[in-house]
């Protein structure tokens, strides 16, 4: 998952529609609908059995949160999968935090060992970690960041559409076996954050550690300008520890580099001419990293300094497709079944599915397993995130989304949903299902505890009503089962963040202006 920019018309009114509905919450406040609500369906569908589904989990990461807990891909193989259930379906309950007045959305959330999540909201006046009450949604603790150089040029120019091109900041963090959350921030620094209770009995987050990039990572990002920052700034996108507990960190214009916790030492590398604008995963042989040209399979040297271990192009296409970020792979790589690792292209007609198996030692002519091209002829790309089970891959279309105000008035994306098998014998993939859900930009989640899928949904209304759903599919047929309004309006639009499962069965999703929580009720 990436954020996509708002074109500089776009975000104003964005704001003035914000503003409209009242000013910074001063303490817990649901998330304001647009009008229209009474005037569509509340609930469809019927409410699911639980149907769990076989097959082995990935990996346990050893320094990272339970799976399911530890970030918005939910482990370390970017499988986007739960162990426990989700709701399904009766009679959901609705529950909103709105964190501010301009923004607020949280993306990446994952939960401690008391079931408590702490996330990081994203604001005009900046970026913000948060530990919440995962029933209340209330705030239990905070840490600002620093702001980022791109939120106040924006302020100060008018020009709101660097705000959502800089991917860094914290948007991208994990949860580790401490439950410690671990970020970059608009500093190039990493940071490790923990948080305790007070004498009193409230909660704080602490600074734990604090490690230094800028000796690797150039720093001055005074004069940001889109689409690239200058070549004086170079913003960390995300973080991931590898199996023997380095912190990984890349950048935005292709450097890749490692922390060692224990010492401090600090190694990089750089993909020339390469920008990477996805997340990346971690299995016990390495790191699977994907640039805007390639798929890489990385391990570090004795010293921690990254070894490129294997290399393999795509298709790129010829341009930026309406729905991506940049002309290049919007999914963060998935490792999965017999060694097999999946992303998407940007071919030009028809975004391909591929699968290869990864390792070093796989000679070139049988690194690809398959290529499958999904979705209609010239409307097809996807910017979020694949999701695996087993040998099942489950790919949405966002293609059409730009912006919370490409859905405004009713309208909304072509959409549609894929599941993909790979063939028992690596022989080849076969589509098993094809579904109309339109999901514009969610990073959708399945529950293995269930069998169900999760997608964030909006379609097209005549009368102009933007009406956003919790809607599950079922794996095995990919018949939408129920759907349950979130809210109307433009405050309730996900803008690329995920839908998160929860330990106790509640479904969050990033909006807007804050947070929304979707839970069976009795």
């Known amino acids: 998952m990436v954020r996509r920019a708002l074109n500089c018309a776009a975000v104003p009114a964005l704001i003035a529609m914000t503003v409209l509905y009242g000013a910074a919450p001063a303490q817990a406040e649901p998330i304001p609908k647009a009008p229209g609500h009474r005037l569509v369906d509340r609930y469809q569908g019927s409410p699911a059995a639980a149907a769990p589904l076989p097959g082995q989990a990935p990996p346990q990461h050893p320094h990272l949160a339970p799976n399911g807990r530890s970030g918005m891909h939910s482990d370390a193989a970017g499988s986007a999968t739960s162990p426990w259930s989700g709701p399904l379906g009766r009679n959901p309950q609705v529950t909103s935090e709105r964190i501010a007045a301009l923004g607020g959305e949280c993306a990446t959330a994952t939960f401690d060992a008391g079931g408590r999540l702490v996330t990081v909201c994203g604001t005009f006046s900046g970026f913000r970690v948060k530990l919440l009450d995962p029933r209340t949604l209330a705030t239990l603790a905070e840490h600002r960041l620093p702001q980022r150089s791109s939120t106040v040029e924006a302020i100060t120019t008018l020009d709101f559409s660097k705000i959502f091109k800089d991917t860094s900041g914290g948007a991208y963090f994990y949860l580790d076996d401490q439950d410690r959350a671990v970020l970059a921030d608009s500093r190039q620094h990493v940071l490790r954050l923990s948080h305790s209770r007070n004498a009193d009995g409230s909660w704080k987050f602490t600074v734990d550690d604090d490690w230094d990039l800028t000796g690797h990572v150039p720093h001055d990002c005074a004069a940001w ?36 916790p224990a010492t401090g030492a600090i190694r990089s590398v750089r993909l020339d001419g390469e920008e990477i604008q996805n997340s990346f995963s971690v299995d016990e042989d390495g790191v699977s990293i994907v640039s805007d040209h390639a798929l890489y399979g990385f391990r570090a040297a004795p010293d921690g300094t990254p070894e490129v271990q294997w290399r393999q192009t795509y298709d790129r296409g010829t341009g930026t497709k309406p729905g991506s970020v940049n002309q290049g792979s919007g999914t963060t790589p998935d490792l999965f079944g017999d060694g097999y690792v999946a992303i998407t292209d940007n071919a030009d007609d028809r975004m391909n599915v591929l699968v290869f198996r990864r390792g070093a030692d796989v000679p070139a002519d049988r690194r690809l397993v398959c290529r499958v091209p999904v979705f209609g002829s010239g409307a097809s790309t996807t910017d979020n995130s694949l999701i695996t089970w087993g040998n099942s891959i489950v790919v949405e279309n966002n293609y059409g989304y730009e912006d919370p105000t490409s859905l405004l008035l009713g309208r909304s994306v072509v959409g549609g949903v894929t599941r993909i098998d790979v063939r028992a014998d690596g022989s080849g993939c076969d589509t098993v299902w094809q579904s109309p859900v339109r999901a514009p930009s969610v990073v959708p989640k399945l529950s293995t505890g269930n069998g169900l899928l999760y997608f964030y ?34 405050l309730y639009d996900n803008n690329w963040a995920p839908i998160t499962l929860g330990p106790d069965g509640t479904a969050y999703v990033g909006v807007f202006n804050g947070i929304v929580a979707v839970r069976d009720g009795h």
């Open 225 to 260: 300008t889109a689409p690239r920052p200058s070549g004086d700034c170079d913003p960390v996108t995300s973080v991931m520890p590898d199996w023997d507990g380095r912190i990984w960190w890349v950048t935005r214009h292709g450097r890749v580099g490692t922390v060692d």
């Open 457 to 490: 949904e909006k379609e097209p209304h005549a009368r102009g009503i933007d009406a956003w759903y919790l809607t599950a599919v079922d794996f095995r047929t990919g018949e939408r089962r129920w759907r349950q309004l979130t809210g109307t309006g433009p």
